[in-house]
């Protein structure tokens, strides 16, 4: 089954600071990748997905994301972090058959 | 367009008590899903339903959880008798299964003292 791994629990940058949250998974076809983020309190609001083709996918808030199949990988990326983006962001893998896995999530803080 | 919906929000129950959670999908939407979400074990997947079908439900942890979907509008998981480590946030997300991609309910947070 696949499995996702996101190495890193907690990241703080500061306002206007790039922002690279890390995300790798095991399977072994071409999976489908998502990207959620989960402010306080709230659902889970799906920010990119990839499923073929262009392997930088962009998403809403501003992020984008990248399939490197090579590293097994789906990084998630923002040029400039806002104070409103501090959330918790989960990595997702699917083989196609509404098998779903998440990533334990990693944590934004954001600095003034 | 209304999202997943889902109730109730929050819940505080004593242990023993019987608990019940609602969703309703999006319109449209095929396939639902109930998560559990904690601090020990992130979001486990606890059943998941197609065409109101159960699919999959090797994730409901025990005989005390259960789920029914009666219509493609509405769903509820129950858990008879709850305990202590039932506390969690239950999410409902739901699907069209062709397109892999599932959009969440705001959860409903249950406390079980």
């Known amino acids: 089954a696949q499995s996702v791994t996101q190495p890193d629990i907690h990241i703080t940058v500061s306002e206007g600071a790039s922002l690279e949250l890390r995300c790798n998974y095991s399977?072994?076809?071409?999976?489908?990748l998502f990207w959620y983020v989960q402010s306080p309190g709230q659902g889970l609001q799906l920010l990119l997905k990839?499923?073929?083709?262009?392997?930088l996918v962009q998403g809403i808030k501003g992020f984008e994301a990248e399939f490197k199949r090579s590293q097994s990988s789906f990084n998630l990326r923002k040029p400039s972090v806002h104070w409103s983006d501090a959330a918790e962001y989960f990595c997702?893998?699917?083989?196609?058959?509404?098998?779903?896995?998440f990533g334990a999530g990693t944590r934004l803080t954001v600095k003034p | 367009d209304a999202g997943v919906i889902q109730s109730p929000r929050h819940e505080v129950t004593e242990m023993g008590q019987e608990v019940t959670l609602r969703c309703k999908p999006i319109?449209?939407?095929?396939?639902l899903f109930w998560y559990r979400q904690t601090m020990m074990r992130g979001l486990e997947l606890l059943i998941y339903f197609n065409n109101n079908v159960p699919i999959d439900d090797s994730g409901m942890p025990e005989d005390r959880f259960s789920a029914k979907m009666p219509n493609a509008s509405f769903s509820t998981l129950k858990i008879q008798p709850s305990e202590p480590r039932d506390s969690a946030v239950y999410f409902c997300a739901s699907s069209w299964p062709e397109q892999e991609t599932q959009y969440f309910g705001p959860g409903t947070r249950l406390l079980v003292l």
């Open positions: 319109s449209g939407h095929n396939s």
């Open positions: 399977y072994g076809a071409t999976p489908y």
């Open positions: 990839y499923f073929s083709g262009d392997t």
């Open positions: 997702a893998v699917g083989a196609g058959n509404n098998d779903m896995r």
